[in-house]
């Protein structure tokens, strides 16, 4: 007899593939398995191995199970009091801002909803923040300049028919293996369909290329400048949509052609052959159906949202947007970044993609929550946070489903912050994180496979996750105890919900709220959409505006923008490079990435032997040349000192790297032999629009380590 299933999604990238997992029955063994889920559109039944390896981190390993104060266990009930009471008093003696949330792209839309609601209505602080902002904040700011709104324009088919697809700052293979089998798969039954890589290290993504810049570590808007300029000088540009659909392509032009006036320079500027730029330019302009697929390689930068927007103007320039197989296309790394965006999961976002600067907006949003406490102007992002915790600025902190002591930059200043906190709240499942060794409260959340909610994934599409397994110990949802400590401030009937669907239906009220038909984001569909439906929820693609329930493949198909003036507008880009350059004392470029099997800080991943096979050690990939040079031993260990600290990692030598640049996976935490690569090696370097770190790039030296 067929076993029943149930579909959930994965809770790993942004891809959001669909996942069937065996109900448990008494007969059952505990621990179901997971299979791809084939009705659904993202993966058609596909999973990586991370996907296939789901029920391996089901088993309830180091699972927090009772909230805790100090270190002493303690009900629910006395956890929840001590948190809104200490709320209360910092909010009367230092005002509202002396609160912070710092949330994850982990979490459900649900429980994001409310957590920004309960600080920005009711609390009255727009210090809502989250590990999202580590991951795509610059294409959220690059497509508001471009389009007027935070609107991810393609879908994943555009991926499969487009005929030239550019990947930049993406090693898809291993961090979005799905879409990466799909487009691989694609390649293969249209053999003319050219792959393009531009990234500094011949990754596994190289596989399928056609052809692989390796540029200079972030010279990638450079390359997008020249394309412009090269579709003037090749005759096609598309003046027609320009006319229609834009503004500002003059100074945007103008620009480009200052910042790379030939092909000698461009390529110098770049570090790329010229032959390379060339044989990219040519099919650029010779090939009309492209897609440019760009994730942490152009987002984790100093100058990430002007590198979104270099290449936003290519694709406004030629009229590649808006149509089957064309348009710029940010991938998120997490699983429910786009639902963060969504609700105004972000410090300088409102709620439903409003924002503090939309005339009407805080008032309306006010009206609808009826709230008592309205922020009314944007709060801190993260590295902003931390610093300002660390300045004593804010007091109590709410950290959820993250581990920001080995994602955040500069793990010294983020110890400093939180040690300065006077309440520092976790709530995570695991027991014994970098940051839960912080806490003051220590609150018990249900994981994955217990949780009941939405995701949006990177192509705009909200799927469900649905609890299948029942809460371990006392586990309770983060919207649960968010709500819990709303009710004890006071706000009873604001948060006053029964579940996830309660809060959902009002989450798709609210974005279609009195919505002029300026705001991208409309899922008033849905706010009548009654319990059962929200059970049997398919997977739908925002916007999903009255009569239209199939929601939306593709945006901009009419031309039509979110502006003011509804065009798109160009933005003049002057390509720049990191903000610490190499020198004498510091002559190496460290670069950061994942590997294929594990995922952020491992806390989950780590829990699956199988998971280990592929990579189980941390490691540092060095080019020979400079392994000989330095006098390192392949397999040895080496320190890399950069100006914020140092990790110890094992020499791998790889010319997938260029001499002078080294690359080290992020996934290792301090315990494991002092290897947290981004917590130790990265600055505090930010994007100054979007905030978002410049976690990809350090300056470091090398030494070798002696065997004793
Ligand atoms: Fe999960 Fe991403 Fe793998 Fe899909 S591609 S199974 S969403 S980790």
Same mark, same amino acid.
Request: with cysteine.
């Given at each position: 007899?067929?076993?029943?299933?149930?579909?959930?999604?994965?809770?790993? +990238?942004?891809?959001? +593939?669909?996942?069937?997992?065996?109900?448990?029955?008494?007969?059952?063994?505990?621990?179901?398995?997971?299979?791809?889920?084939?009705?659904?559109?993202?993966?058609?039944?596909?999973?990586?191995?991370?996907?296939?390896?789901?029920?391996?981190?089901?088993?309830?390993?180091?699972?927090?199970?009772?909230?805790?104060?100090?270190?002493?266990?303690?009900? #629910?009930?006395?956890?929840?009091?001590?948190?809104?009471?200490?709320?209360?008093?910092?909010?009367?003696?230092?005002?509202?801002?002396?609160?912070?949330?710092?949330?994850?792209?982990?979490?459900?839309?649900?429980?994001?909803?409310?957590?920004? @609601?309960?600080?920005?209505?009711?609390?009255?602080?727009?210090?809502?923040?989250?590990?999202?902002?580590?991951?795509?904040?610059?294409?959220?700011?690059?497509?508001?300049?471009?389009?007027?709104?935070?609107?991810?324009?393609?879908?994943?088919?555009?991926?499969?028919? +487009?005929?030239?697809?550019?990947?930049?700052?993406?090693?898809?293979?291993?961090?979005?293996?799905?879409?990466?089998?799909?487009?691989?798969?694609?390649?293969?039954?249209?053999?003319?369909?050219?792959?393009?890589?531009?990234?500094?290290?011949?990754?596994?993504?190289?596989?399928?290329?056609?052809?692989?810049?390796?540029?200079?570590?972030?010279?990638?808007?450079?390359? &997008?400048?020249?394309?412009?300029?090269?579709?003037?000088?090749?005759?096609?540009?598309?003046?027609?949509?320009?006319?229609?659909?834009?503004?500002?392509?003059?100074?945007?032009?103008?620009?480009?052609?200052?910042?790379?006036?030939?092909?000698?320079?461009?390529?110098?500027? +770049?570090?790329?052959?010229?032959?390379?730029?060339?044989?990219?330019?040519?099919?650029?302009?010779?090939?009309? @159906?492209?897609?440019?697929?760009?994730?942490?390689?152009?987002?984790?930068?100093?100058?990430?949202?002007?590198?979104?927007?270099?290449?936003?103007?290519?694709?406004?320039?030629?009229?590649?947007?808006?149509?089957?197989?064309?348009?710029?296309?940010?991938?998120?790394?997490?699983?429910?970044?786009?639902?963060?965006?969504?609700?105004?999961?972000?410090?300088?976002?409102? %709620?439903?993609? $409003?924002?503090?600067?939309?005339?009407?907006?805080?008032?309306?949003?006010?009206?609808?929550?009826?709230?008592?406490?309205?922020?009314?102007?944007?709060? =801190?992002?993260?590295?902003?946070?931390?610093?300002?915790?660390?300045?004593?600025?804010?007091?109590?902190?709410?950290?959820?489903? *993250?581990?920001? $002591?080995?994602?955040?930059?500069? *793990? %010294?200043?983020?110890?400093?912050?939180?040690?300065?906190?006077?309440?520092?709240?976790?709530?995570?499942?695991?027991?014994?994180?970098?940051?839960?060794?912080?806490?003051?409260?220590?609150?018990?959340?249900?994981?994955?496979?217990? @949780?009941?909610?939405?995701?949006?994934?990177?192509?705009?599409?909200? /799927?469900?996750?649905?609890?299948?397994?029942?809460?371990?110990?006392?586990?309770?949802?983060?919207?649960?105890?968010?709500?819990?400590?709303?009710?004890?401030?006071? &706000?009873?009937?604001?948060?006053?919900?029964?579940?996830?669907?309660?809060?959902?239906?009002?989450?798709?009220?609210?974005?279609?709220?009195?919505?002029?038909?300026?705001?991208?984001?409309?899922?008033?569909?849905?706010?009548?959409?009654?319990?059962?439906?929200?059970?049997?929820?398919?997977?739908?693609? #925002?916007?999903?505006?009255?009569?239209?329930?199939?929601?939306?493949?593709? $945006?901009?198909?009419?031309?039509? &923008?979110?502006?003011? !003036?509804?065009?798109?507008?160009?933005?003049?880009?002057?390509?720049?490079?990191?903000?610490?350059? /190499?020198?004498?004392?510091?002559?190496?470029?460290?670069?950061?990435?994942?590997?294929?099997?594990?995922?952020?800080?491992?806390?989950? *991943?780590?829990?699956?032997?199988?998971?280990?096979?592929?990579?189980?050690?941390?490691?540092?990939?060095?080019?020979?040349?400079?392994?000989?040079? =330095?006098?390192?031993? !392949?397999?040895?260990?080496?320190?890399?000192?950069?100006?914020?600290?140092?990790?110890?990692?094992?020499?791998?030598?790889?010319?997938?790297?260029?001499?002078?640049?080294? &690359?080290?996976?992020?996934?290792? *935490?301090?315990?494991?032999?002092?290897?947290?690569?981004?917590?130790?090696?990265?600055?505090?370097?930010?994007?100054?629009?979007?905030?978002?770190?410049?976690?990809?790039?350090?300056?470091?030296?090398?030494?070798?380590?002696?065997? @004793?």
């Amino acid at each position: 007899m067929a076993q029943a299933f149930q579909k959930t999604t994965c809770p790993y +990238c942004g891809v959001g +593939c669909g996942v069937n997992m065996v109900l448990p029955s008494a007969d059952n063994d505990p621990v179901p398995p997971v299979s791809g889920d084939e009705m659904h559109p993202a993966n058609f039944g596909r999973l990586c191995v991370k996907g296939s390896s789901l029920a391996q981190t089901l088993i309830d390993h180091d699972r927090l199970l009772t909230p805790s104060i100090h270190g002493h266990s303690a009900s #629910w009930d006395e956890a929840l009091d001590t948190i809104s009471d200490k709320i209360a008093q910092v909010v009367k003696d230092h005002g509202p801002d002396a609160f912070a949330f710092y949330l994850s792209g982990q979490i459900l839309t649900e429980d994001y909803y409310v957590a920004n @609601k309960l600080a920005k209505g009711f609390i009255g602080t727009a210090n809502v923040d989250t590990n999202s902002r580590l991951c795509m904040a610059s294409a959220v700011v690059a497509y508001k300049r471009a389009f007027g709104s935070d609107t991810v324009p393609c879908c994943y088919e555009d991926l499969e028919c +487009c005929d030239l697809l550019i990947m930049v700052g993406s090693n898809a293979a291993w961090t979005h293996p799905v879409l990466y089998q799909r487009i691989a798969a694609a390649k293969q039954k249209r053999p003319h369909m050219k792959v393009v890589v531009i990234d500094p290290r011949q990754t596994a993504t190289c596989d399928i290329a056609d052809l692989h810049l390796a540029i200079k570590p972030g010279s990638d808007a450079a390359i &997008f400048s020249y394309l412009l300029c090269h579709s003037d000088r090749a005759n096609v540009l598309d003046h027609s949509y320009m006319a229609d659909s834009t503004s500002g392509f003059d100074d945007a032009l103008k620009c480009a052609y200052e910042a790379t006036p030939s092909l000698s320079s461009t390529a110098d500027f +770049c570090g790329v052959p010229e032959e390379h730029l060339t044989l990219l330019a040519n099919w650029w302009a010779d090939i009309d @159906k492209t897609v440019t697929f760009y994730s942490q390689g152009i987002n984790q930068s100093s100058s990430g949202v002007d590198k979104c927007n270099a290449i936003i103007n290519c694709h406004l320039a030629t009229g590649r947007i808006g149509k089957a197989g064309a348009g710029p296309f940010s991938i998120t790394g997490q699983p429910n970044a786009m639902g963060g965006r969504e609700v105004g999961g972000l410090a300088n976002q409102l %709620a439903a993609h $409003m924002d503090f600067a939309t005339p009407g907006a805080r008032d309306l949003v006010q009206r609808f929550w009826q709230a008592p406490n309205m922020a009314s102007e944007n709060g =801190l992002k993260a590295v902003d946070l931390f610093q300002a915790m660390e300045a004593g600025k804010i007091k109590v902190v709410w950290i959820m489903s *993250t581990n920001p $002591m080995v994602s955040m930059p500069d *793990t %010294a200043q983020v110890r400093r912050a939180l040690e300065k906190c006077e309440l520092v709240i976790v709530s995570d499942c695991k027991n014994n994180t970098d940051t839960t060794t912080m806490a003051d409260i220590l609150l018990p959340a249900t994981g994955w496979s217990e @949780k009941n909610g939405t995701v949006t994934n990177s192509e705009r599409r909200i /799927s469900r996750q649905r609890g299948l397994l029942p809460a371990p110990g006392e586990a309770r949802h983060d919207w649960w105890a968010i709500c819990e400590v709303a009710k004890k401030l006071g &706000f009873q009937s604001a948060f006053d919900y029964q579940g996830a669907h309660d809060i959902f239906v009002e989450h798709a009220a609210l974005s279609a709220f009195e919505n002029d038909g300026t705001r991208d984001f409309d899922i008033g569909h849905f706010h009548s959409m009654t319990q059962a439906e929200y059970d049997t929820l398919v997977p739908v693609q #925002w916007p999903v505006p009255k009569g239209q329930p199939e929601g939306t493949k593709r $945006m901009f198909t009419d031309g039509q &923008f979110f502006t003011s !003036d509804r065009k798109a507008h160009f933005i003049p880009i002057t390509p720049v490079l990191p903000q610490q350059a /190499s020198n004498q004392e510091w002559p190496y470029v460290l670069n950061t990435g994942r590997v294929r099997d594990q995922w952020h800080t491992m806390t989950r *991943t780590g829990d699956a032997a199988s998971l280990a096979r592929h990579t189980n050690q941390p490691y540092v990939e060095i080019h020979p040349r400079d392994v000989k040079a =330095l006098g390192l031993q !392949d397999q040895g260990l080496a320190r890399l000192v950069s100006p914020s600290g140092q990790a110890i990692l094992k020499v791998k030598t790889s010319r997938a790297t260029s001499p002078g640049q080294v &690359f080290a996976p992020i996934h290792w *935490t301090q315990a494991f032999a002092n290897a947290s690569v981004v917590s130790n090696l990265i600055p505090q370097v930010v994007d100054p629009l979007s905030g978002q770190p410049e976690s990809k790039h350090a300056v470091i030296r090398l030494e070798a380590i002696a065997k @004793k």
